[in-house]
């Protein structure tokens, strides 16, 4: 099967889903599956997505498994307890054919659902990519590591692996991971999947997603509120660790007029995830410079469709002004030889209220309620 451990899935889930377990344990959302390769259709394997997911909702942490998360100090006690007796059920889930393409529908308690996205995109791209036996991944790393090489960026570049979800397959993430580590192991610092983190013994990488802002324009206190409420319960349920704060929920402006000097000084740097990386990276220098923090002291991680090129520039650009980080995934996982497949799974309801995702790309935008989305940016201020 190609799910076979609770494990195999990003960091942030479980960080997130302690976040909820002690914030929002009540709240009810709604997810969807959103195929923007639409040229793609899904639908011939739907059984056999089905099937896998039949499977991933049999599957439990195992005490090893457990033993290993007590291993990160981040997460508490009562929440591993929790996690002993947690089991993903399948009533939450619907996996359909659509009119267009395949459909997927996630429904239920926020904390019992918010650990699908990842292994459901999992199983969804490697079921697909099973027709593409043949691949030059191999071939391909290679040459990554030959860049990296050749660049001679000294130790200060580092990046990890953020590929999981639309990955060719689980053993190429893998095998890539193993020669990786063998041939640049001062430069590849760690993976956001849990799994490998444990098996090779490097450091799980991630803290929130967008979904985290999203839910609280429903559970905060005020709409125009709702990411500080957001990174506020954040600080307060990691007290320091776990501080690379998401700035694109709402834009990088808004996230700004928000990132006040408080949660400046509270949270170790912040991470970009859509629009210009080169802009966003010295709209936040100069708001910390402004605040006249010292970026030397803080980190910009770079995440969003990121290739080891563009990651060496980035570095290049402002390595000398600050720390940097890069999480590089589908460009790992899926630089194969064929065109990966561009699949989400976005939240658009909690507590039966749409929420939205407006981003620094339009193209990444997420929100099934127009007159809700016109809100929003009235609200925020935002002309776009």
């Given at each position: 099967m190609?799910?076979?451990?609770?494990?195999?899935?990003?960091?942030?889930?479980?960080?997130?889903?302690?976040?909820?377990l002690?914030?929002?344990?009540a709240?009810?959302?709604?997810?969807?599956?959103?195929?923007?390769?639409s040229?793609?259709d899904l639908?011939?394997y739907?059984?056999?997505?089905?099937?896998?997911?039949?499977?991933?909702?049999?599957?439990?942490?195992?005490?090893?498994?457990?033993?290993?998360?007590?291993?990160?100090?981040f997460?508490?006690?009562?929440?591993?307890?929790?996690?002993?007796?947690?089991?993903?059920?399948?009533?939450?889930?619907?996996?359909?054919?659509g009119a267009?393409?395949?459909?997927?529908?996630?429904?239920?308690?926020?904390l019992?659902?918010?650990?699908?996205?990842?292994?459901v995109?999992?199983?969804v791209?490697?079921?697909?990519?099973?027709?593409?036996?043949?691949?030059?991944?191999?071939?391909?790393?290679?040459?990554?590591?030959?860049?990296?090489k050749?660049?001679r960026?000294?130790?200060r570049?580092?990046?990890?692996?953020f590929g999981?979800?639309?990955r060719?397959?689980?053993?190429?993430?893998?095998?890539?991971?193993?020669?990786?580590?063998a041939?640049?192991?001062?430069?590849?610092?760690?993976?956001?999947?849990?799994?490998?983190?444990n098996k090779?013994?490097?450091?799980?990488?991630?803290?929130?997603?967008h979904?985290?802002?999203?839910?609280?324009?429903?559970?905060?206190?005020?709409?125009?509120?709702?990411?500080?409420?957001?990174?506020?319960?954040?600080?307060?349920?990691?007290?320091?660790?776990l501080?690379?704060?998401?700035?694109?929920?709402y834009?990088?402006?808004?996230f700004l007029?928000?990132?006040?000097?408080?949660?400046?000084k509270?949270?170790?740097?912040?991470?970009?995830?859509?629009?210009d990386?080169?802009?966003?990276?010295?709209?936040?220098?100069?708001?910390?410079?402004?605040m006249?923090i010292?970026?030397?002291?803080?980190?910009?991680?770079?995440?969003?469709?990121?290739?080891?090129?563009?990651?060496i520039?980035?570095?290049?650009?402002?390595?000398?002004?600050?720390n940097?980080?890069f999480?590089?995934?589908?460009n790992?996982?899926?630089?194969v030889?064929?065109?990966?497949?561009?699949?989400?799974?976005?939240?658009?309801?909690?507590?039966?209220?749409?929420?939205?995702?407006?981003?620094?790309?339009?193209?990444?935008?997420?929100?099934d309620?127009p007159?809700?989305?016109?809100?929003?940016?009235h609200?925020?201020k935002?002309?776009?």
């Amino acid at each position: 099967m190609i799910i076979d451990s609770l494990l195999d899935t990003d960091l942030y889930k479980l960080t997130m889903m302690q976040a909820v377990l002690h914030n929002a344990p009540a709240a009810n959302v709604e997810y969807r599956f959103l195929n923007r390769t639409s040229e793609v259709d899904l639908r011939p394997y739907l059984d056999e997505i089905n099937h896998e997911i039949d499977h991933l909702c049999e599957l439990r942490f195992t005490k090893k498994e457990l033993n290993y998360l007590q291993t990160l100090r981040f997460f508490k006690s009562e929440y591993l307890e929790f996690l002993r007796i947690f089991q993903l059920n399948r009533d939450f889930i619907k996996v359909t054919a659509g009119a267009e393409n395949l459909e997927i529908a996630i429904k239920g308690p926020w904390l019992h659902t918010i650990m699908f996205e990842i292994p459901v995109l999992a199983i969804v791209s490697e079921i697909y990519f099973r027709n593409f036996n043949k691949h030059v991944g191999r071939e391909r790393l290679q040459e990554k590591i030959q860049i990296i090489k050749s660049a001679r960026l000294g130790n200060r570049f580092h990046f990890a692996d953020f590929g999981t979800r639309r990955r060719f397959s689980r053993a190429w993430q893998g095998e890539l991971l193993q020669l990786l580590l063998a041939e640049i192991p001062q430069h590849i610092t760690g993976t956001s999947n849990l799994y490998y983190a444990n098996k090779f013994d490097i450091k799980p990488m991630g803290t929130m997603a967008h979904e985290y802002f999203q839910a609280y324009q429903a559970l905060g206190p005020r709409l125009v509120d709702s990411q500080k409420a957001a990174l506020e319960s954040w600080a307060n349920e990691y007290r320091g660790d776990l501080g690379i704060a998401l700035s694109d929920t709402y834009g990088i402006e808004v996230f700004l007029r928000d990132f006040d000097l408080y949660f400046c000084k509270l949270f170790d740097g912040v991470r970009h995830d859509s629009g210009d990386p080169f802009v966003w990276g010295e709209k936040v220098l100069e708001h910390y410079s402004k605040m006249r923090i010292d970026a030397h002291t803080k980190t910009l991680a770079f995440s969003d469709a990121l290739t080891i090129n563009l990651a060496i520039k980035l570095f290049e650009h402002f390595n000398d002004r600050t720390n940097i980080g890069f999480g590089i995934g589908t460009n790992l996982t899926n630089d194969v030889g064929y065109s990966p497949l561009n699949i989400v799974i976005k939240m658009v309801r909690c507590n039966d209220q749409a929420v939205a995702k407006i981003s620094d790309e339009p193209r990444k935008a997420i929100c099934d309620d127009p007159s809700y989305l016109t809100y929003l940016k009235h609200v925020f201020k935002i002309s776009v």
